[in-house]
């Protein structure tokens, strides 16, 4: 008795320490001798947050491979090819800490490009600060990401309390006397959240009356919501979340014989998928856009950003949405830091830090629009420069309609099949 | 106990493997990157989280489906205490979050611990889902946005950390199973429960302790992991993952024995790990497991540690366990 | 009161739909003495198997329930036996390990969902879909009230199986008593496997149901173990009868919980209720349970 017991001991200390001695054998590669650029992408590619993760590798990726195409990032006269690691976030912010870990030490990347969702971000900001290694993120939407002044980290989309809030007010500003009441709705996850209380924000500060707030979890059935809604009857109503919860919005509130007269959501109504799943029942619809295919911004790399979409289009089959804009223009703001740096790759910590400082003084025009990021306040290293753009869809199409200096079309209000 | 020479010299030579065990776990910082650090940081953490489970399903015989509950639990005591306004220092906060999962699991284990089996398995979960929805919809755990704990990321503190605790737990528990009254009357429990308490044992007392026990272990855990990953969320720390795995690596490991639980918990995350940074993507990780759990229970239902101690000795074990029932 | 009264029959239609998911549920308890966690898997996969349906053949989700039905009831058929082994074997616990079977089939079902078809939700389309009557005050989707019926059909087949057939009256007698059963001359394995084919097949119906009033994906089938479990629970493990009622209070319970206080706090109330019966009335309220 006495021996087997310890013999397991014996086992599982020698188990448990061989194991960490073979995967310690340090990986040994030709590292830090290459002059290349070496980006790491951390990101959920498996998990909840999958579709979302893949959509910011996607960016990420078309953006290496068109800078790759003219011979890489140039720095002083010579250009440098990019090198992208992955490591997958799992749509857990555990995960996400260690595979940033994993690339910032084993790959030995300089610089990170962040994940799709805020929550693995805000997991990997304290680890991009203590090895001093900058991350772009091209996606993150929620305004906590922020809050801690993160000194490595930087964000090319406005938070979504900045785009909900503001659209809301341009909406009433253009109804006028029409629209006196609001009811506000979203998702209780993080992004849906916060766009549902930015809504709320907008509704406060633009003086209407707010029927209803009310949050709802994922998946949940939206009969009794809607039911709600249309006992009481605004003049409005804001949806905060993801596209798939709109387009269940949409044809539960069909199916109960509910059409708001006025129905905005938020990015997803851009979405393809959101046109091309609910048909007729689309039009009308009201979204915040802050980088649409339409809009009228260009760049050296990628052209206009319509040829940005038709170049999306050609590589991956679909058009993409702001997300993967967003994170093929934190591409751009990299290429645009390093030039400015003017220091040729390996990189060392030192430079690192240097770069960081770049990136903080980044001002560029790209075909996502204006970037440049916060140096204080709520909003530290969040870019600020992009307006939102209240949209509709009129007969399938996306169509700017407020504020009247980016409008291409007449805001329709109440919208076509209102009760 | 020991009371002949034969067994003075079994304990020693016990206490020196154990010695040695530990030696080696402690040096190993010095010869691995910060990485592989953390991996292993992690088996560690699943070891004694495996090791609490095991109280109360290999034990005591109750395979509880809500464990994840004080694994979130523990997080978000350090995390609140931890915040801005309250600002706690980490040590401090683990007696609170050890303190308050006991009391939880002094309170729902006397009622819930007298359903049969399989209705304490849903029982346990239905409460772990009720406090991740209750986490989800209070502000003071941040909702779904979740908790940040101010950032401490020195590798090697939380390497030691977990070395620490689930040093503690596993000798712990071999401790008081092995030496002590309270071992004495779980391992009576688990033999034959009607005979326990014709003895005069109260049974009952018995499986709230080990309740309470196996939930103070995992909520240590969660306030080490709180710290560690510096960002929590419902889904992260109460989800129903937390659970899966832990049941995963007993049954694997071996259900009911000491070191059993340690073997699964360190198999399964290497692999996982493993999978993870080799093909980048490891959808095909859940599905697995549960081909994992159909195939142990089907052909190794004593777990892998039966195949290193005997396949007999490991069967009586099991089986004396699970008569209880 | 308009409000009030869409919301009972926002509860009641739903809940038709709760019957119908867990009438299987209880019949596998009565026979085999196994709490199958992966009723919600087997629900899940009935949706995707409509929704692809659907989508390859253009079938309409209420013809290709039949379909689905005999799909599922034979891979029922086959993997019936496996419980049935694990359920009845020589070792240990065997109803603790044919749980954790049934949890390891679930993860597998879940794992493989994800792996195979990916996050996303997806629609599943009917000829139904947002069509809507209206009686007087309330509102009523046509494909809610067409699932119902469905639902109300399939449970009713149910009954008549149970009470008018032979092998019904053998499928009662395993449940009453395995061993007199077996005695009588009723092949116990035999009855075991067709029991759970049945399941399977009127379960992954019912998930065909679910997936057209809302969208399938992988993690749904947690959801639907739940309120498995929880109309389960209340009418008592093993009550074929009592389920009729259960599932419409569930249904109720959820509908008024999501109007009147907060469609967030819906989930946490029925967690709740159901690990309160657990504690005061594990047998079910009616006290019918096994």
Known sequence: MAGKFSRRALLRGTVLGSGALVLGAPVVSAQGQEKVIRCGVVTSLSGDNRFGGNLTRRGYDLWAEEINKLGGIEIAGQRYPVKMFYGDAQSRPASGADAAVRLIIQDKVDVLFGPYTSGVTLAVQPISAKYQVPMISGSAESPNVWLSKPAFNFGMIPAVDLTSDKSIKVLAENLGSKAKSVAVVGVDEPFSKETAEGFRHGVQEAGLELKRFELFPANADLTPIISKLKDDNPDIVAVGGHESVFINFVNAAVSLDYRPKALIMHYGVTSAAFINQLGEKANGALGVSVWTAGLPYRDDLFGTASDYSELSFARWGTHPDYTEAGCSASGLVLQDAARRLGKAPPWDQKTRVELTKAIEETDIETFYGPVAFAKEGDHFHNNIKPVPVVVQIKDGKVVPVAPSSAAEGELQYPMPGAS | ?325 | MDLFLQTIMNGVLIGGILICLTIGFQLTFGVLHVIDFAVGGWAMLGGYAAYWLVALAGIDPFISIFLVFVLFALIGRAVGPLIYHVRTSRYARPDLMALAFTFGLFLLMRGGALWLWSYNSRNVESVFSGEFLTVGPVTIPVLRLSAFLMALLISLGVFLLLYRTRFGMAVRAVAQNRDHAGLMGVDVKRVSAYVYGLYTGITASAGVLIATIYSVNPSVGVRYTLFAFFVAVLAGLGSVGGVLIAGLALGLMESVVSTYVGTRYSLLVVFGVLFLVLLIAPKGVLGRGI
Request: hydrophobic share 55%; aromatic share 12%; charged share 10%.
């Open chain 2, 1 to 325: 106990m020991a009371s002949n020479p034969g067994q003075v010299r079994g304990n020693l030579f016990r206490l020196a493997a154990i010695a040695v065990g530990l030696l080696a776990l402690g040096v190993v910082p010095a010869f691995i990157d910060p990485y592989s650090l953390r991996i292993v940081t992690g088996a560690l953490m699943w070891a004694g989280l495996a090791c609490a489970w095991n109280i109360v399903g290999g034990y005591a015989g109750y395979i509880s489906f809500g464990h994840s509950a004080f694994f979130g639990i523990g997080a978000y005591t350090t995390a609140i205490l931890m915040q801005a306004g309250i600002g706690m220092p980490f040590l401090a906060t683990l007696l609170p979050s050890v303190v308050i999962a006991m009391i939880v699991a002094a309170i729902i284990g006397g009622p819930t611990m007298r359903l049969r089996g399989a209705y304490f398995a849903i029982a346990t979960w239905a409460f772990a889902e009720m406090l991740m929805q209750l986490a989800t919809i209070l502000d003071i755990t941040g909702g779904t946005g979740g908790l940040s704990l101010p950032a401490y990321l020195n590798e090697f503190f939380f390497y030691y950390t977990m070395l620490a605790a689930a040093a503690a737990s596993f000798l712990g528990v071999w401790y008081l199973i092995e030496y002590t009254r309270f071992g004495f009357r779980l391992k009576a429990l688990r033999d034959h429960e009607p005979a326990a308490e014709a003895m005069g044992i109260r049974t009952n007392l018995v499986k709230v302790q080990a309740f309470a026990l196996s939930a103070a272990i995992t909520a240590l855990f969660g306030s080490v992991f709180a710290y560690w990953t510096t960002y929590i969320d419902p889904m992260s720390v109460m989800g129903p993952e937390i659970t899966d795995q832990m049941v995963v690596m007993v049954l694997l490991g071996g259900l009911g024995t000491i070191w059993g639980p340690a073997l699964g918990a360190v198999v399964l995350w290497i692999t996982n790990r493993y999978i993870w940074s080799t093909f980048g993507d490891t959808v095909v990780y859940l599905p697995v497991l549960g081909l994992i759990i159909a195939m142990v229970v089907l052909f190794l239902p004593n777990g892998l540690i039966s195949l290193i101690v005997g396949r007999r000795r490991g069967r009586e074990l099991i089986s004396r366990i699970l008569r209880k029932f």
